[in-house]
């Protein structure tokens, strides 16, 4: 894996920054505006998000998968924050899951 002057912590960063912006002028913030809409929109845009991402993949477009990614990844942060989800307990879940097999973890999952 390539080093990078930028690691993970920029999420932790980006996300007090949407949340700062929660009851912010939408007029002037395209976070506040989000924010204001509600997890419903905050959603809606992960999946326009999710599906670019994925379309920029396909293309075998690095640059423009890199791009789409972060535009996922901040709409992401959004839609936590609209649901009042603080980034520590994905972070938590993603450490349980370490060093388990995906499978082993998904086969551990209860079904409904």
Known sequence: M???SID????DRLFAVIDSRRGGDPDASYTAWLLAK???KAAQ???EEAVETVIAA???DTDALASESADLLY???VLWAA???????????LAARE?????TEKASRTKE
């Not at 993970?8 to 999420?11: D, E, I, P, Q, S």
């Not at 060093?99 to 499978?103: A, D, E, K, M, Y």
């Open 83 to 93: 649901r009042g989800l603080d980034p520590e307990r994905v972070w938590d879940a």
């Open 58 to 60: 396909l293309d075998e």
């Open 99 to 103: 060093g388990v097999s995906g499978l």
């Open 8 to 11: 993970a912590r920029v999420l």
């Open 75 to 77: 709409h992401l942060l």
């Open 45 to 47: 845009k992960v999946g």
């Open 38 to 40: 509600g997890p419903p």
């Open 2 to 4: 390539a080093e990078t």
